[in-house]
């Protein structure tokens, strides 16, 4: 008996099957990488790793929608920058095992490294700092006159830090070409957001806030 698979309904809008495969290639990629580092992970052969399995959609699509020479600047669970913007796996792979032929020579195993030849630049650990770095970045632009955008993330977590208000103020009012990516993922790693915001009402309200200041 066989049994009919109802065939799956897409709004592809305005997008023609070139520019959905290669989004979905892109989307596969990080997740594929994911798969693997867990298990290397669980083998003991990487230390640490920041899971970013089903967020990639935010990393791969935001750095897909830049031109090549626009600066980016990633967080912990943004490998779709990195895949996105083609760095090489092997040393990539390099840099999370720690190996002298990583980004960072063997002195870390995570995301705090760039590469300017991709126009990332490396993660700053205490998470808010790194808006500010985009707003220079962003100014500079600005001042050059050169059309490009700077595209930089948080997560809610870091959402919370003083930093964060900061950077998106100065970015309102000096009109920076600057996207602030907020990631809310519910957590700021095993901490859920209730817990570090009043209730999530604020946390929208902050997060609408922050949205009519950048427009
Ligand atoms: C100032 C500071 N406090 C704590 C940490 C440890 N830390 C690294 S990532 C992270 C979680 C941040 O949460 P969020 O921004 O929501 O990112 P998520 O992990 O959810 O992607 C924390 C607490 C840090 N790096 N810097
Ligand atoms: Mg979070």
Redesign the pocket.
């Known amino acids: 008996m066989s049994v009919a698979t109802p065939a799956l309904q897409f709004d592809r809008k305005e997008y023609t099957q070139d520019v959905l495969l290669h989004l979905y290639q892109g989307l596969l990629k990080p997740r594929l990488i994911e798969e693997k580092m867990l298990i290397l992970l669980r083998q003991g052969k990487v230390s640490k790793w920041?899971s970013?399995i089903g967020?990639e959609a935010v990393s791969v699509g935001s750095t897909l929608a830049l031109e090549a020479d626009e600066y980016i600047l990633p967080?912990?669970?943004n490998l779709g920058v990195f895949t996105g913007r083609n760095v090489p796996l092997d040393q990539l792979f390099a840099q999370w095992q720690g190996k002298t032929t990583g980004f960072t020579k063997g002195r870390d195993r995570s995301f705090h490294f760039g590469t300017n030849e991709h126009h990332i630049v490396g993660m700053i650990?205490?998470?808010?700092p790194q808006l500010a770095v985009a707003d220079g970045i962003a100014l500079a632009d600005l001042l050059d006159k050169n059309p490009k955008v700077t595209l930089v993330y948080?997560?809610?977590?870091?959402?919370s830090?003083g930093d964060f208000h900061e950077a998106l103020n100065v970015a309102a009012v000096w009109q920076l070409p600057v996207i602030f990516m907020i990631?809310?993922?519910?957590?700021?790693?095993s901490?859920p957001?209730a817990s570090s915001f009043g209730s999530a009402r604020s946390w929208i309200k902050a997060r609408r806030t922050a949205w009519k200041r950048c427009r």
Request: hydrophobic share 25%; no cysteine.
């Open positions: 920041f970013g967020q967080l912990h669970r650990s205490h998470l808010g948080s997560g809610d977590g870091g959402a830090e990631e809310n993922n519910g957590y700021g790693l901490t957001a």
